[in-house]
């Protein structure tokens, strides 16, 4: 007899993946890792036709073996820029080379004016923008989020579930 369940939410079905034997448990975390790591490799090709930041970034993607699928930033290497100043850290780059720059590079402040990101900066006009980086694509992005998004999640973890199943019968 075959029994079919049915989830609500993602909490719901990870109550039901913590109530399975730790055999099958450990293959889902396999799985979830190789899912990952094919999305890492995927992410760092798209990346290379997209400048230096974009590289060094999607360099230091990294799968990780957990309950569920995780993709992490590692590595301790600063992004050396080609001018030769100090290097700023991978998570002060990220974002910029995910989603772009060329907007407004301050934040609001709860007056009219802005306040500017770098303080010592001689500028602070509300028309500075972030140039290192490729033009804003808003919540697009260039490599990792349309690498995620076109990526099949569901199949190969089911698939990995299903087999895992049979084998404990």
């Given at each position: 007899m075959t029994r079919r369940m049915v989830y609500q939410s993602m909490d719901e079905f990870r109550r039901g993946i913590g109530k399975l034997p730790k055999a099958v448990k450990k293959e889902l975390k396999e799985a979830g890792y190789e899912m990952t790591r094919e999305v890492a490799s995927e992410a760092a090709s798209e990346?290379?036709?997209l400048g230096r930041q974009a590289k060094h970034v999607a360099s230091k993607i990294r799968p990780r073996?957990?309950?569920e699928p995780q993709l992490v930033m590692t590595g301790k290497s600063a992004f050396k820029p080609s001018s030769g100043?100090?290097?700023?850290?991978t998570s002060d780059i990220m974002w910029g080379a995910e989603f772009g720059g060329s907007g407004y590079s301050g934040r609001r402040s709860s007056g009219a004016n802005p306040v500017p990101w770098n303080l010592n900066s001689s500028?602070?006009?509300p028309h500075s923008t972030t140039r290192q980086f490729l033009p804003h694509k808003g919540r697009t992005g260039y490599f990792l989020w349309p690498t995620i998004r076109q990526f099949d999640f569901i199949g190969p973890y089911r698939d990995a579930l299903f087999k895992a199943m049979l084998r404990m019968r």
């Open positions: 990346a290379l036709g073996r957990q309950k100043r100090r290097g700023a850290r500028s602070t006009s």
